[in-house]
């Protein structure tokens, strides 16, 4: 994988509750039960911040159907609630590791937007938004681009 191809960052969440501190050898013993080679993700980030390393930045990816060659994926351990109900459960630490993943992964992909997996959706009715009734998912249960322009 040639890095000038990657046109994505997306933010991805485990699917996880808050009290699952989860990490890089759950996430790829999870994908390898799928029949992946393992990891789908190019970086987790723990509920403490912890970033965890993935797949290498030249594999692809297993993470966005459609988008694996052209993106590197981040999962945030979370996500869900105890009913398994979308939830941003995210902590402090994980919003400040994933803004500094984002801000170095940017030296390689400069041109690279960041998304979160919601955003990479169909668009169904065709009018060049994805909102959330066309969301295949809610991952990563909150608005990626919202939070780049807040931070």
Excluded at 2 to 19: E, M, R
Excluded at 56 to 68: C, F, I, K, Q
Excluded at 112 to 141: F, M, Q, T, Y
Aim: proline share 3%.
């Amino acid at each position: 994988m040639n890095f000038s191809d990657i046109k994505y960052l997306v933010v991805h969440c485990s699917a996880t509750p808050p009290s699952d501190d989860i990490g890089f050898t759950e996430i790829n013993k999870w994908h390898k039960e799928r029949g992946w080679s393992g990891c789908g993700y190019h970086f987790i980030i723990r509920r403490d911040g912890t970033i965890e390393r993935g797949r290498r930045l030249n594999e692809v990816g297993a993470h966005t159907y459609g988008y694996n060659r052209v993106s590197w994926g981040i999962c945030m351990v979370g996500g869900v609630n105890t009913h398994n109900h979308a939830d941003n459960n995210f902590r402090v630490p994980q919003f400040e590791s994933l803004r500094i993943l984002i801000n170095g992964l940017g030296v390689n992909a400069p041109k690279a937007k960041v998304l979160g997996h919601r955003d990479l959706s169909l668009d169904i009715n065709g009018d060049g938004i994805i909102e959330e009734w066309e969301w295949k998912k809610s991952c990563p249960c909150f608005d990626v681009r919202t939070w780049l322009t807040e931070r």
